[in-house]
């Protein structure tokens, strides 16, 4: 197992350093600088030159380039040109944000997903199963954006219980925190809500009609103890690959739902990078959601060996 | 919808002086209510600012924060004229090269420490070296006589001097003289506005409270502008960051936000029964141009960018770009104000004369080629622009191609001579800081038309250097004749905004920055 995760973690460095070099210079292939996000839209070339020359923009991209690598490897991300400070220290700041509205949709979509797509096989052919499968395809089919605007008329404007936007810190206030947090987490949890109910049913599906489940059955366990120690922990290597890939799609529609409820995190950084050309940050930024990624792939691949005991990483 | 201060759309060429005028009068008439003191404000706009540090960016996001913790020494008045504020007056000598300003006395800065025109200086040389905007590059030396006297000196006689130093675009504010040592962004937010700084958290908000030392200005009795006497009524002002426009207006209606910084035209419109909210039209706030780049194939031909300025049908593309919230003025200034030119080649503006179009058009020996307009998908005026005038330009057997990018794409093309023939801009800040930001941009090198006109240059050239007004009057008329005649841009027209808060805001009147001063909660 150890040699195992020792490999991996090598294995991301080429990829992290791939992710970087691509993004540095498809950065640089776009027209457009930071020189015209700091001006009014009628700024003169001269005003802009001036900006460009206060941000050394006005040297050569490759030299721009060495530069950055070389902080890298020191462990520095360089400075924003927008927000007066550090990137790792931007980023720092706003990862609670992201971190805590990933992971609370995650628990809920995993949590309210797998529930669902297990009463679905369980109570498979009824209207049950229709019914969760409708709305999981609903869930799957509407824009989460669009969503969140209803989300915020519906319990904003109309019901009044819960804040439009903004972000409330949880060493602030934890009920503040929860209320912030709620309409974008339930929003940013609805889709992956439904792609994990239908992998969920159809896997558990799959797993439900095999010959111990029906041994298990016929030596007389209970109906829960068949579904939920039998079935559904044999079911649940699909569904865990699944959530990986989902733990990405999140922190991709986190940037989204950051924009829709003005949350400060690190989705909305990088679209205000990228929308601004804050380069630093954008490389900084895209760096941190890849290691993420990667890194969450990684402990997938460990989960695999904890739920089936068929798989024995240091067999290999 | 409870207008207080509603300065109509469509209206035709009347007077911004006078709609001011007008709506000071209903302000006048309006029920009198007695000022709070108390209560926290949440403002939200939909961009963050690229910098708190004011003097160095020229973003509407920035100047609507630093205008309430800063002072610049002139300003701006309600109609734009320059006004005194930190200032209380100033001499010039008869040939225009010394600038002598008399400071206020006791003004506090918001660490306690009086300001001087040590201050002053400070302020004005760590401009010239971080500073959005190229003004300081006129000033020769400067010199601080004693506590309230600041001597400026330029090289040569500028007669827009005072109005490129009391633009709001980039402002020059005076901070203290021990942070204008500091480079850009590294200062201490520390001004001598009603409002003091407490925290900037990016991507989220900027808080200020009510500065209790503020000195306000006493040769006024009342706010003009970002001058006058400026009174905080509210403890703190937040303005937050919400990008998405549906979900500003949700927090308005929801009483999470008080002031908005804009609100969509339909939504002041669908709004306008709703009595929790107040909707305030500002007209003009801009005006839409449609500017062609007179270096390339095929608009580089004059007859052809006659031809395309005689087809548009200006005021179906305003209706269309603005939601309605329009009107219809040829001037390259805003009427009422100086540099207005009258009627001075109307009968070019908003044409839609198809014949002449097509007469025009086979008379540049037009064959066909590609005409690739420029816009961006981040204002809606442009991008609805750029479409509209597509089509009529269709109609008249124009092959148009409409390239839509980012704001920073299409920005930085724009000041390339390839890649585009013409491109869609509103233009805010510049007319209403007179003539001179709006003749720089299409004259010298780096014209945004991409080609030099003598023309243009020499009423630059008149307009910097003449001292008679009459004289820099003409030389904008010149200006004016001359994009006209060759083509070089399409006014389409005037825009406003809206601005809008919470019905229990009251005192609030719009202007080019949601003010908080001399508002209050009811």
């Known amino acids: ?316 | 919808m409870t207008t207080t201060f509603a300065l109509l759309g469509r209206r035709g060429p009347a007077l911004s002086a006078l709609t001011l005028g007008l709506a000071a009068l209903a302000l006048a008439s309006a029920p009198v209510h007695a000022q709070k003191r108390g209560g926290d404000i949440v403002m939200a706009q939909q961009a963050q600012p690229p910098s708190i540090d004011g003097m160095t960016t020229t973003a509407q996001a920035a100047r609507n924060i630093s205008l309430h913790i800063w002072e610049m020494i002139v300003t701006r008045d309600e109609n734009a004229n320059v006004i005194g504020d930190l200032a209380t007056k100033w001499d010039i000598s008869p040939d225009g090269l010394t600038y002598t300003f008399t400071l206020r006395e006791g003004v506090k800065f918001h660490n306690g420490k009086t300001m001087t025109s040590a201050d002053a200086k400070a302020s004005l040389e760590r401009y010239a070296k971080v500073g959005a905007s190229p003004f300081m590059k006129a000033v020769d030396s400067m010199a601080t006589p004693d506590a309230k006297t600041l001597v400026i000196k330029l090289k040569n006689p500028v007669p827009g001097f005072l109005e490129q130093m009391s633009s709001p675009r980039a402002p020059a504010v005076v901070i203290p003289a021990e942070e204008a040592g500091k480079e850009a962004n590294k200062i201490e937010i520390i001004g001598t506005g009603p409002f003091q700084f407490v925290e900037y958290r990016p991507d989220s908000h900027v808080r200020l409270k009510r500065f209790d030392g503020y000195v306000a200005n006493t040769n006024f009795q009342k706010p003009d502008g970002f001058s006058g006497k400026k009174t905080a009524y509210v403890d703190t002002i937040t303005i937050r960051f919400v990008p998405e426009g549906g979900a500003r207006t949700a927090g308005l209606q929801s009483g999470d936000f008080h002031v908005l910084e804009h609100m969509p035209t339909p939504t002041a419109k669908r709004l306008a029964n709703d009595k929790s909210v107040k909707v305030f039209e500002a007209m003009p706030w801009a005006y839409q141009t449609f500017i062609f780049n007179a270096s390339l194939p095929p608009t580089n031909n004059a007859k052809l960018r006659q031809a395309i300025m005689a087809a548009i049908d200006a005021e179906e593309a305003m209706a269309i770009s603005t939601d309605g919230s329009y009107r219809m003025t040829h001037g390259w200034q805003h009427p009422g104000t100086p540099y207005f030119q009258g009627d001075l080649r109307k009968e070019l503006y908003n044409q839609k004369n198809t014949d002449k179009a097509k007469k025009l058009l086979q008379e540049s020996g037009y064959k066909g080629e590609e005409l690739l307009i420029l816009t961006d998908s981040a204002f809606k005026n442009h991008n609805d622009t750029a479409v509209t005038i597509g089509e009529q330009l269709k109609k008249i057997g124009i092959k148009v191609n409409i390239k839509v990018t980012d704001w920073p794409t299409a920005t930085t093309t724009s000041t390339k001579k390839e890649g585009w023939n013409a491109w869609t801009l509103m233009m805010g800040i510049e007319p209403y800081e007179g003539p001179y930001n709006v003749v720089s941009f299409f004259a010298g090198p780096g014209a945004r038309m991409q080609v030099q006109d003598p023309v243009i240059d020499a009423a630059f050239d008149k307009l910097n250097n003449s001292l008679k007004l009459e004289d820099r009057q003409a030389a904008f008329g010149e200006f004016q004749k001359r994009v006209y005649d060759e083509a070089y841009v399409v006014k389409v027209g005037d825009v406003g905004i809206y601005q809008a808060t919470r019905g229990n805001i009251q005192g609030y009147r719009p202007y080019r920055i949601p003010r908080m001063w001399d508002i209050w909660i009811e």
């Open chain 1, 1 to 316: 197992m150890l040699r195992f995760l020792v490999h991996r973690l090598f294995s991301a460095v080429p990829v992290l350093f791939i992710v970087s070099l691509v993004s540095f210079l498809l950065i640089w292939l776009v027209p457009g600088d930071v020189a015209s996000t700091i001006a009014d839209p009628g700024a003169s070339a001269e005003e802009l030159q001036r900006i460009r020359m206060r941000l050394n923009l006005d040297k050569p991209w490759h030299l721009q380039m060495l530069h950055w690598y070389g902080n890298l490897v020191q462990g520095d991300l360089g400075q924003s040109f927008l927000l007066n400070r550090g990137v790792g220290q931007a980023i720092v700041e706003r990862l609670p944000v992201t971190l805590s509205l990933t992971a609370i949709a995650l628990t809920l979509s995993l949590l309210l997903g797998v529930l669902s797509g297990v009463i679905a096989s369980v109570r498979h052919g009824t209207w049950l199963d229709q019914s969760f499968m409708t709305l999981a395809l609903l869930g799957l089919s509407i824009p989460d954006f669009w969503l969140g605007l209803v989300g915020i008329y519906v319990f904003a404007v109309a019901l009044g219980w819960l804040p439009s936007s903004g972000f409330v810190p949880i060493d602030q206030s934890f009920v503040g925190w929860a209320r912030s947090m709620a309409l974008p987490a339930l929003t940013l949890a609805t889709t992956q809500m439904g792609l994990l109910a239908r992998i969920t049913r159809s896997s558990m599906l799959e797993v439900l009609r095999q010959d111990f489940v029906r041994t298990a059955r016929a030596k007389g366990l209970p109906g829960f103890k068949v579904v939920g120690k039998h079935a559904l922990t044999n079911a649940l290597i699909p569904v865990i690959t699944v959530a990986g890939v989902v733990v990405g799609i999140l922190l991709g529609g986190a940037v989204v739902i950051e924009q829709v409820f003005a949350l400060p995190g690190v989705g909305r950084l990088i679209i205000g990078a990228v929308l601004r050309r804050d380069y630093p940050v954008i490389q900084g930024g895209l760096l941190l959601l890849a290691s993420i990624y990667v890194f969450v792939n990684i402990a997938v691949d460990l989960l695999y060996a904890y739920v089936d005991p068929r798989v024995r990483y240091d067999d290999r």
